[in-house]
């Protein structure tokens, strides 16, 4: 296993892989920055550019372009309010207010650092997983993945204020979430649900348009209002101290970092979750660890933990996706499933196989990871200094281009006007969510876990009747749902009795 | 504010009571889902406008976990320019369905930094020649996205 270990990283190390791993790394910066171009659809363009690599060459190309996508899908994020991937999102809730204040270079510094810890843990998972992964993706049948599913939307209570007030709020956006994914057709029936009589709804909202609106629309908002530059009238941050700051910031709260690059490798594993649910429970975990109130209300203004917990998850559930893809052919995204077909143009087959035989490139699959995202980070740290100037121009001359790339990112989910409908619909929606004070992030989660628990409810019921619930790792999952629920009440009640106490 | 909060409330009432009217006709495996979240919603929202309407202000402590928007500007001139900005984001969805993308890129950047932001003729016109260089090349040229025709392309047979 050693050697094969050691042969992975000659695999990737060979001239020709290596410098196929920098240009789709090349590739996958520019895809990263440009909102709405995906990493699976980048991957899926490149497809054909693989038929006469060799199998470490073509997953070098691939997985480098793809890596490096989820790393600098933060900048923009951080930059401008506008998510560069559906996976970057939960950045935007702090990296983009620590711009706002100044701290552009500490929340890029942070957002890379986290996503390079991230992405090298989520690698070794992978390795270590190679011999153990088998009974642990068998225990995730449908109901087991229905409850992580539940328990991802019970992170709802972390993600609203405190209070009976605040968790009324955050519970009825994570509903209205939740109403919005049933939008088109139902899986089980075929019944169409609120398609207006529109063929558009008909495959339901995607996501890049939503999130695009959601997130972009009231941050340009809120900039035109300003009439100032994104940073405000602050004097330009000390950009090499403040990245250097993020970096720190990393290693200052390396278990954060460590426990939310878990959550990704662990959300990664498990097929049909995608990145989407991992950021947000490592940001609702990260929210979960704020000491008392006054702690909590940091979140959502700026607090590095918010950058440091998604852009760790991100990056490390890259590593956890490709467990099940390698050893069973089972991908655990859209972009495992267009790597999946790379597998059969190379004419390797998913499965023991990757794990005995091939095992030298399943390695070398690794080595990919780490290098290809060790390169990025340093690759990225010499130009922030540039790219954080960007926060001190007048936002006046900024607006027009960041609109240009909203609609263009959002245009991309199908090619129709009615993509830009819907980011301006739910742009207003959530510009009116901000001016009254609903959260947000309940409602992204909704959205993006709502098909997911429809769908593995009704296979749990068609496939064991009601005895779904009776099984064991059901009632643990169960179990851990209520306690992500009660924590934060069973935190605020220590921190009263705290509080009585010390009075 | 407090109108609006009420309005907002008012708003998803709607939504809820809207999604379980028009779940009661549906087969029940397509009627469940959106049943059990619209029921809790319309509970949870009348809940909320049950408190305003008490007058029951909110603590500090249930602020969301989220962006909060600056309020250093007058409220007047914040109106004023969230409308504008407004306007120009509908200008530009208007003008991608009436010319389409590739017209609208340009003219779009063009008017908006020689009207909103009064930059100077020379410095609009670079900005839009660059911005429009990339837009081709990257996307039209590069990734290859189909743009579609605008509407009034069509109507004139062009």
């Known amino acids: 296993m050693f050697d094969a270990f050691i042969d992975g990283l000659f695999l990737v190390l060979q001239w020709k892989a290596f410098g196929l791993m920098l240009v789709g790394m090349g590739l996958g910066f520019c895809v990263g920055l440009l909102p709405g171009i995906g990493g699976a659809a980048t991957l899926a363009l490149m497809i054909p550019f693989v038929f006469k690599m060799q199998p470490a060459e073509a997953f070098a190309f691939l997985l480098g372009m793809h890596a490096v996508a989820a790393t600098t899908g933060d900048i923009t994020s951080v930059l401008f309010g506008v998510p560069g991937e559906a996976i970057s999102a939960a950045t935007v809730v702090d990296g983009h207010p620590m711009a706002k204040n100044g701290e552009a270079g500490r929340a890029l510094g942070a957002a890379l650092m986290s996503s390079l810890v991230g992405a090298v843990i989520g690698a070794v998972a992978l390795a270590l997983a190679i011999p153990i992964v088998r009974p642990l993706v068998l225990a995730f049948g449908s109901p087991e993945l229905f409850m992580l599913a539940v328990i991802g939307i019970s992170c709802i209570t972390s993600l609203s204020g405190a209070g009976a007030r605040g968790q009324i709020k955050g519970f009825a956006m994570g509903l209205l979430g939740l109403l919005v994914s049933t939008i088109g057709q139902e899986r089980q029936s075929g019944s169409l649900r609120f398609d207006m009589g529109m063929m558009y709804l008909w495959d339901g909202l995607d996501f890049v348009p939503v999130l695009v609106g959601v997130f972009a629309i009231p941050e340009i908002i809120d900039l035109t209002v300003r009439g100032t530059a994104i940073a405000g009238e602050r004097p330009a941050e000390n950009l090499r101290n403040g990245v250097i700051e993020g970096i720190k910031d990393t290693f200052r709260h390396f278990w954060l970092v460590f426990r939310c690059s878990v959550v990704g490798v662990f959300v990664g594993i498990l097929p049909g979750a995608g990145g989407g649910v991992a950021q947000w429970m490592a940001y609702a975990h990260a929210v979960q660890g704020a000491k008392d109130a006054k702690d909590r209300e940091r979140f959502g203004k700026g607090d590095v933990r918010g950058v440091l917990g998604p852009g760790a998850a991100n990056n490390s559930k890259e590593g956890g996706e490709l467990i099940p893809t390698v050893a069973f052919g089972v991908p655990g995204s859209g972009a495992m499933a267009i790597l999946l077909s790379a597998f059969l143009i190379m004419g390797l087959s998913p499965g023991p196989d990757m794990l005995t035989k091939h095992l030298s490139i399943t390695f070398s699959m690794v080595w990919t990871l780490v290098i290809a995202n060790i390169i990025a980070v340093l690759l990225c740290l010499t130009i922030l200094d540039q790219l954080a100037k960007v926060t001190n121009i007048r936002g006046g001359l900024i607006i027009p281009f960041v609109l240009l790339l909203v609609f263009v990112g959002s245009y991309t989910a199908n090619g129709q006007i009615t993509d830009l409908i819907v980011t301006l619909i739910f742009g207003v929606l959530s510009y009116f969510m901000v001016l009254f004070g609903w959260p947000r992030p309940p409602f992204v989660l909704g959205f993006v876990l709502g098909k997911v628990i429809e769908t593995y409810f009704f296979i749990s019921v068609a496939r064991y009747g009601s005895s779904w619930i009776r099984q064991p790792m059901v009632i643990f999952l169960i179990m851990l749902m209520v306690f992500v629920i009660a924590y934060p009440y069973i935190q605020q009640r220590r921190q009263r009795a705290e509080r009585r106490a010390n009075a | ?158």
């Open chain 2, 1 to 158: 504010m407090h109108n609006g909060r009420m309005l907002f409330c008012v708003f998803l009432i709607f939504v809820a009571s809207t999604a379980i009217y028009l779940s009661l006709e549906w087969p029940f495996n397509a009627a469940l889902f959106p049943l059990s979240v619209s029921i809790p919603l319309l509970i949870l929202a009348s809940t909320q406008l049950w408190q305003l309407l008490l007058g029951k202000e909110e603590t500090i402590e249930s602020a969301a976990v989220d962006l909060e928007f600056s309020s250093d500007v007058p409220p007047e001139i914040e109106r004023r320019r969230v409308i504008t900005a407004f306007s120009w984001i509908a200008g530009f969805i208007l003008s991608v369905y009436l010319i389409g993308f590739p017209l609208t890129v340009p003219l779009f950047i063009c008017c908006y930094l020689r009207f909103e932001t009064g930059v100077g003729a020379l410095a609009t016109m670079a900005a839009t020649a660059i911005t429009w260089a990339i837009f081709y090349g990257l996307f039209q040229k590069l990734v290859h996205l189909q743009f579609e025709q605008g509407a009034l392309q069509a109507w004139l047979g062009l």
